[in-house]
């Protein structure tokens, strides 16, 4: 879950503004942006962009809600050990089943933990994610070219 997460964070970082640049790039290079084409273009270079920024965040997701799973079963095995140590001793012995009972909480402490703290970093990259994908789509105007640096001294005065 981790690694998804530093990778996502990594691209996030180093790798997604090169893509803006590219894509906005593109766009700007285009004569026509008014047309029924153009604007399909432009939403193909919107998607582009989110589809990248998007990448992993459901496996993310999906691992998040392992997590808590992983911990129950975790639980499990420590309270099979638990009822084991009472088949044998024939009682309920409670310095044999302490380890039973440690081994049972301590998988669900670490699930939960995992869980809590991938669910908040997930959050953020999907808030992240999402933003960042409205601001590319305001960057990419349709209608005409973008105004030249000349025309807007000349609005200016």
Partial sequence: MW?????????????HRAL??????????RADRSSWRAKQ???M??????????????????VVALCPL?????????????????????????RAMASGVSKA???TMAGMVAALSGLLVS??????ARNEGERVA???????????PAAEENDAS
């Fill in 70 to 94: 992983l911990g129950l079963l975790g639980t499990v095995t420590g309270m099979i050990e638990v009822f084991d140590v009472m088949a044998i001793a024939g009682s309920g012995n409670p």
């Fill in 3 to 15: 690694t998804l997460i530093f990778e996502r964070l990594w691209y996030f970082r180093f790798g």
């Fill in 105 to 107: 909480t301590i998988p």
């Fill in 41 to 43: 273009i432009r939403r």
């Fill in 123 to 128: 959050l953020q990259l999907e808030r992240f």
């Fill in 138 to 148: 305001e960057q990419l105007v349709p209608g005409g070219p973008p105004p030249s």
């Fill in 45 to 62: 270079l919107i998607s582009r962009v989110q589809e990248r920024l998007d990448h992993s965040l459901l496996l993310i997701k999906t």
């Fill in 20 to 29: 803006v640049r590219q894509v906005i790039d593109e766009w700007n290079a």
